[in-house]
């Protein structure tokens, strides 16, 4: 695969920009081919997720900010 991808660095000086452009998304597209994409179920459960975590954790600052709040009030009037 080395010997490959080195020769393919070498010929790309031959086609100017435009083989170095064509190179790169041939590249791309060849390393696209061999993600695992997720199923619909995963993708909706991990989206379910993130939104809970989120609820989660900005409830948790709302909490904090409304106690230092009321903690540091007094010293500001």
């Known amino acids: 695969m080395r010997a490959t991808a080195q020769e393919r660095k070498a010929g790309a000086g031959r086609g100017g920009l435009w083989g170095v452009i064509r190179t790169f998304f041939r590249d791309a ?10 199923s619909h179920d ?8 993130v939104v809970m975590v989120v609820m989660v954790v900005s409830g948790f600052i709302f909490v904090w900010d409304q106690l230092l709040t009321l903690v540091t009030r007094p010293m500001f009037e």
């Open 29 to 38: 597209w060849l390393e696209l081919k061999k993600v695992i994409w997720p």
């Open 42 to 49: 995963q993708v909706v459960k991990m989206t379910g997720l």
